[in-house]
């Protein structure tokens, strides 16, 4: 299994009392859903290895689980790494939700410019993310937010947005000029 096949859930932040127990962050938004889980993909040095454990207990985001068959000083090395499960066991998103992950690649259609390009990667600033689209070598950053967009079409393999008023112009110029 590669990192690039799989997802980052979270990570291992601190011991747990004395019998090994380890604390989770789960880095998602439904922390629950993951309540049964029972192993996933620790990151050591560039390599993901699998682990098997136990949850024994939740409070939101942490979970504290029992690592099965590794003593409680092997346990505490996992402290700060990183855990990983696999794509394919995401939840499938539908409607204008998605991974952002997903959407690398996608070609981006504003209502009033039109055609904008195709998004190189989502970059996750802390006040908000932003597609970062390239258009004849210039760098077009758009707001992910619910008022931008308006339509995730999955099957074309485009998101229709609605930019803020001259964000696009302030990038590529007045479309009103062009040849």
Known sequence: MKIDDCYCLGRVTKPWGVKGQM????????????????SAF??????????????????????VATFEEITPEQASSLV????????????????????????KGFRVVDSVYGDIGIIEQVIEYPAQPLFQIMKN??????????QV???????????????????????????????
């Open 80 to 103: 700060g790494h990183e855990l990983y499960l696999p794509l394919d066991l995401l939840p499938k998103l539908t409607g204008n939700q998605f991974y952002f992950h997903e959407v």
């Open 42 to 63: 620790v990151e050591i040095k560039g390599q993901l290895v699998p682990y098997f454990f136990h949850i024994d207990q939740m409070n939101g985001n942490k979970a």
């Open 137 to 146: 070598g210039t760098e077009v950053l758009i707001p992910v937010i619910d």
């Open 149 to 179: 967009i308006d339509r995730v079409d999955r099957e074309l393999k485009t998101i229709f947005i609605t930019a803020p008023n001259g964000l696009i112009e302030l990038y590529l110029g007045d479309i009103n000029n062009q040849c």
């Open 23 to 38: 604390v989770l962050f789960l880095d998602v938004d439904s922390p629950e859903d993951y309540a049964e889980l029972d």
